[in-house]
């Protein structure tokens, strides 16, 4: 028996402009500033771990460095922190793609779960390397609510690859 | 079909692992020279042009709900606060009233002993827009920055005391950092007996006096005003409360821990002083030179 790729039926090729569209849109939603709230996820970590999976050709960790430069200034952290951060994000996400994709979403989300939470404590440990306070463990629950938006995000994302190429109007399905 | 191009097989730029080690390279670069050494100032003015618009569009749904909740703000509560402010005013009028004539009289005693004047500052009023998102510091932004005349290093106090230093400065707002952030530091003075001191921010919402010696005479209770001997603060703004001394014999240093004096994670409007125009001067240089037996002469005036 052929084993089946069940997450990824055949889509249309991913158009450019809309992962880059949704990463920028992830930006502008980590630039909503919420303080110190907890368990507020990381929206570009989230999307780029998405795209990395789903096209390790496409997007990697070019991607992964300038829109972490662009977190860094937009909220104020140091420069360079989620840059390396998602850089390493971007690797893994590269390198675990030919696993994750055989998944369903709810097993990919728990596959993401570990890396989100990395580059948390990547960040983390950087940060107190360099002198700062230890914001508290709330600041974790973060990731566990990005790999739960995981799944609603699998279908979005995807969304306009599941378009027919020709529309006919005369087709049954 | 259109955009069915057959995948990259043998041409993909560089080898991963050749891509991650150059990019880890570089922002870790960019880590130490943004920590350490403070190079890359510039550079984030730059590029936070790019982000500016994005950021203030992400600012809008915050003002949003914080504006709403300002209008539905009870009677109630807008009336208390309307009868505290009366009270503050008339017992602030009846000071001010006085302040004049002590200035004046102030000014003269001043001439006459031939002190050098207590300049006056210019400050802006800014608003809190938003606290930083960066759970590692306590910063929030304030909405004026250069266009309004605001510098890197300028003080913030509020009605209370002082709240904390501009620390970054962009076109249309900029960063204060609080008292209570773990890396700000302010020099400060003991009112009851004039000890100086310098007052760490310990990153829980409190500060601490550090290298104050174990039997230091410090009280709880003692009120802490800035020095002024940085050349940033005004002298005597009120700073904070000590709240606790702890001295363990075995520490060569008393822990006191201290309270805030302004409502340094509560507040919305702002006032940054403007830069102290003449601070004293910094004293001559004594230059050491050896001479056989090293004599110390004053080399620079």
């Known amino acids: 028996m052929q084993p089946t790729n069940r997450s990824s039926r055949i889509l249309l090729p991913v158009k450019m402009w809309f992962v880059y569209t949704t990463l920028f849109f992830a930006l502008f939603l980590n630039y909503i500033p919420t303080g110190h709230l907890p368990a507020v996820p990381d929206f570009v970590a989230l999307v780029l771990a998405f795209w990395c999976v789903r096209e390790p050709l496409k997007i990697g960790i070019g991607a992964g460095f300038v829109f972490g430069l662009l977190t860094d200034i937009g909220v104020g952290a140091a420069l360079g922190q989620h840059a390396f951060a998602y850089v390493l994000l971007a690797y893994a996400s590269n390198e675990l793609a030919r696993r994750v994709l055989w998944f369903t979403p709810v097993e990919q989300a728990l596959h993401v779960l570990p890396l989100l939470f990395l580059t948390q404590v990547v960040m983390v440990v950087v940060r107190l390397l360099a002198g700062a306070e230890f914001p508290g463990w709330w600041m974790f629950f973060g990731s566990f609510v990005g790999a739960l938006l995981w799944i609603p995000l699998h279908y979005v994302l995807l969304l306009p690859q599941y378009q027919p190429v020709e529309r006919d109007e005369n087709r049954p399905i | ?301």
Do not use: W
Request: proline content about 6%; hydrophobic content about 45%; aromatic content about 6%.
């Open chain 2, 1 to 301: 079909m259109v955009g069915h191009s057959p995948p990259p097989f043998f041409k993909r730029g560089p080898a991963p692992l050749a891509k991650l080690v150059f990019f880890v390279l570089v922002s870790l670069g960019l880590l130490v020279s943004d920590l350490n050494l403070r190079y890359l100032d510039a550079f984030r003015q730059g590029l936070s042009v790019l982000a500016y618009p994005m950021q203030m569009a992400a600012a809008t749904p915050a003002d949003f709900v914080r504006n709403a909740s300002d209008y539905f703000a009870s009677l109630v509560r807008l009336q208390i606060e309307n009868k505290e402010l009366k009270r503050q005013q008339l017992q602030g009028a009846e000071r001010l009233l006085r302040l004049d004539q002590i200035e004046q009289e102030n000014r003269h005693l001043r001439e006459l002993l031939e002190v050098r004047e207590r300049q006056k500052v210019n400050s802006v009023v800014a608003e809190i827009m938003y606290t930083a998102k960066d759970p590692f510091s306590r910063k929030v932004i304030l909405d004026k920055g250069t266009q309004a005349g605001i510098e890197a290093g300028q003080a913030v106090v509020d009605n209370v005391g002082v709240v904390g230093q501009i620390t970054r400065v962009f076109p249309m707002q900029s960063e204060l950092t609080l008292l209570t952030d773990k890396d700000q530091a302010i020099p400060v003075m003991v009112v009851r007996n004039g000890l100086r001191a310098v007052l760490f921010g310990a990153g829980n919402g409190l500060m601490e006096l550090r290298y104050l010696a174990a039997n230091a005479d410090v009280q709880p209770g003692d009120k802490v005003v800035t020095s002024g001997l940085d050349g940033v603060f005004q002298q005597g703004l009120p700073v904070a409360t000590v709240a606790r001394v702890e001295r363990d014999q075995a520490q060569a240093f008393a822990r006191i821990p201290c309270l805030p004096a302004a409502g340094v994670e509560q507040f919305s409007h702002v006032l940054v002083l403007g830069q102290r125009a003449n601070v004293l001067p910094r004293p001559p240089e004594v230059e050491v030179i050896n001479k056989g037996k090293g004599r110390k002469s004053r080399a620079r005036e």
